[in-house]
């Protein structure tokens, strides 16, 4: 029971394992959302996509996590 206990709280994150997009200065959503788009039109499944830290509130990341069923 404990080990069972163990072995599931040290499974990582599902998404870890996905396509993270990542480019540096994102103008702004607009620039996002062509991204994101252009990497449906091609058939590029993604997961994440990460934004420079400027796009932060005082530099702190924020994680959001939508689980799509």
Not at 19 to 39: F, M, P
Not at 46 to 55: A, F, K, P, R, T
Request: with cysteine; charged share 25%.
């Amino acid at each position: 029971m404990i080990l069972c206990y163990l072995i599931n709280s040290l499974m990582f994150q599902y998404f870890a394992l996905g396509y993270h997009q990542c480019r540096w200065n994102y103008n702004d959503q607009d620039d996002v959302r062509n991204v994101d788009s252009k990497l449906d039109e091609h058939d590029i499944p993604n997961d994440v996509i990460w934004l420079d830290i400027e796009h932060t509130d005082n530099k702190k990341y924020v994680l959001k996590v939508t689980v799509v069923t």
